[in-house]
């Protein structure tokens, strides 16, 4: 059982919107953290949420991005919107403090977004 899968990556026009989506199995999490990592850096996080729906964002999504959650479904969403070029990363959901398995960080596949200027 995969613990993260996240989708709805894609390519998109600079100004477009995407949805991305985190669906966690096989376990109920409190805070959940978006990543990105652009070609040639490190990743990095970019949006927070906690159990009880508070919110943090970096500054250069703020704004912008938009994360949130549906307990129900154990599935957190990201709302990206105005995006840039530079937002061009593979995304990536994890909590915090990450899952680790086998003591090593576990990242799922990501999903890719491409913004075309």
């Known amino acids: 059982q995969v613990p993260l899968v996240e989708s709805g990556g894609g390519l998109v026009q600079a100004g477009g919107s995407l949805r991305l989506s985190c669906a966690a199995s096989g376990f109920r999490f409190d805070v959940m953290q978006w990543y990105r990592q652009a070609p040639g850096k490190q990743r990095e996080p970019i949006a927070t949420?906690?159990?009880?729906?508070?919110?943090n964002y970096a500054d250069s999504v703020k704004g912008r991005f938009t994360i949130s959650r549906d307990n129900a479904k154990n599935t957190v969403y990201l709302q990206m919107n105005s995006l840039k070029p530079e937002d061009t990363a593979v995304y990536y959901c994890?909590?915090?403090?990450?899952?680790?398995?086998?003591?090593?960080?576990?990242w799922g596949q990501g999903t890719q977004v491409t913004v075309s200027s």
């Open positions: 994890n909590t915090n403090p990450p899952i680790r398995i086998n003591l090593n960080v576990y």
């Open positions: 949420i906690t159990s009880g729906g508070s919110t």
